[in-house]
């Protein structure tokens, strides 16, 4: 009897667990048993195993192979444990120099060719192995870029089974000759996003769209057709700062376990920017999958933005779903192989006509062949509840005669990108030593206590809860974004004026 041992990584959701694969082949009736809480596609790996072993050159050993991924109370799943059981197997079987195997990991998928086969999560699952005081990585080759990027990690990227084999001492009767399986990437590279310079008029949703951007608040547009909200909504990105070496590992592996990310660039250092069509599930907004969940929209846009464009044409069921990430900045998702934890902390966008034909404005809505009815039931789409936890409501109107002469005359990207980065400095330097970095994410009962001094300040806000015209919740919003304005103009702490300005943002209330 013998036993090979070597180190896989098991990915729930972002974390990862270092699985020791220990194979024990004994002299008795030839089989093949996987243990320790394997899925479906891991119990599959056997299969895979043995035919990427033979066309390696290698024979299998006919003995009885007991495999064990420990500890055995994990659910494991993917097939990423493949390279992993057949170093194992190959460990024991005296192909492969055993020692010093259990501290190596393996992670890759074996094709029948004995070809490794990139697998998701690469990034995460080289970061937990590191963590847990592994160095030495083998992947794919067409991991390797996205594994190097890893500080502390030794990757090895091997073409097949053949390349592995050699490293670990052992020896081939011929010699492979093997081209790299590239990685499968289900997200297409975005186009950058367009210039503020461009759009036409609408001084006043570009000033929500500013202070959004500084402060990392929610934002509904309300327009006609053509009015510009999805050309501001495309725009938000290009003027949020630039995401932390901590932000960026984050929402790197993000996309790296969602198989969207791109290694060829190195992390992601930009804020995502994720616009699901209206017809989009639950799942593919928030997450979903058999077994364990994968992570939708809103996990892929953390530390982003996610639009919905035609908001009120998205299923209620989608809308509602949005309520508790945006609260908690993360997802809980439970499925038949466990609970999986995504973040998803986003900046959500919305964009709806103000009826279902889209031509009522602010004004009359001359133009406008809904009824008022039908307009009421159009906007209730939106329910309260999700309204509640937008910051900001603007109402954009179409574009005037003089306005479309005249043409884009606004300022650029840059420029407005320059005071958010100094408005959420100021912000950063307030809530140094704190958890939070934008106001977005500042509790009422801080926001309360920092503005105890500012009587006239809390004072408007106590008129508008005592009129029933806010909520708490609301209330509370309207101080995040005095607080914004405040940063915007270069003031550590906001007045009246900034709670005034913050109410109308607010409520969408123009009326004076």
Known sequence: MSLGTTAAVA?????????????????????????????????????????????????????????????????????????????????????LRASGLEEVVHVAE??????????????????????????????????????????????????????????????????????????????????????LVDVVGQSEARLALEVAAAGAHHLLMLGPPGAGKTMLAARLPGILPDLTEPEAVEVTAVHSVAGTFDPGGGLLRRPPFEDPHHTASPAAIVGGGTGLARPGAVSRAHRGVLFLDEAPEFAPRVLQTLRQPIEAGELVLHRSGGATRYPARFQLVLAANPCPC????TGAGADCSCTPMARRRYLARLSGPLLDRVDLQVHLASLSRAERALGASGESSADVA????????????????????????????WLREHLRAERAVLAGVERQLDAGELSMRGADRVLRIACTLADLDGRGVPDADDVDAARLFRTGDRRG
Not at 72 to 86: E, Q
Not at 358 to 361: D, E, S
Not at 420 to 435: F, N, Q, S, Y
């Open 358 to 361: 889209g031509m009522a404005t």
């Open 110 to 195: 074996l094709g029948l060719d004995g070809r490794l086969q990139p697998v998701r999560g690469v990034l995460p699952a080289v970061a937990a192995a590191v963590r847990a005081g592994y160095r030495d990585v083998v992947v794919a080759a067409g991991d390797a870029q996205e594994a190097a990027l890893v500080p502390g990690a030794r990757v090895h990227g091997a073409v097949d089974l053949g390349d592995v084999v050699r490293r670990h001492g052992g020896a081939l009767r011929t010699e492979q000759r093997s081209t790299p399986v590239p990685p499968v990437r289900t997200g297409g590279g975005r186009s950058p996003a367009g210039d």
């Open 11 to 95: 990915l729930h959701g972002m974390e990862g667990h270092v699985i020791q694969v220990q194979a024990q082949l004994a002299a008795s009736v030839p089989g093949f048993t996987l243990v320790g809480l394997p899925d479906a596609a891991l119990a599959e790996s056997r299969d895979r195993v043995r035919a990427a072993v033979l066309s390696t050159g290698i024979e299998w050993p006919h003995r009885k192979i007991t495999v064990n991924l420990s500890p055995a109370s994990l659910r494991k799943s993917g097939s990423a444990f493949d390279l992993a059981v057949a170093v194992a197997v190959l460990a024991g079987h005296r192909v």
């Open 418 to 445: 320059a005071r958010v980065h100094g408005a959420r400095g100021r912000a950063c330097e307030r809530l140094a030593g704190t958890p939070w970095r934008t106001n977005a994410e500042l509790p009422g009962p």
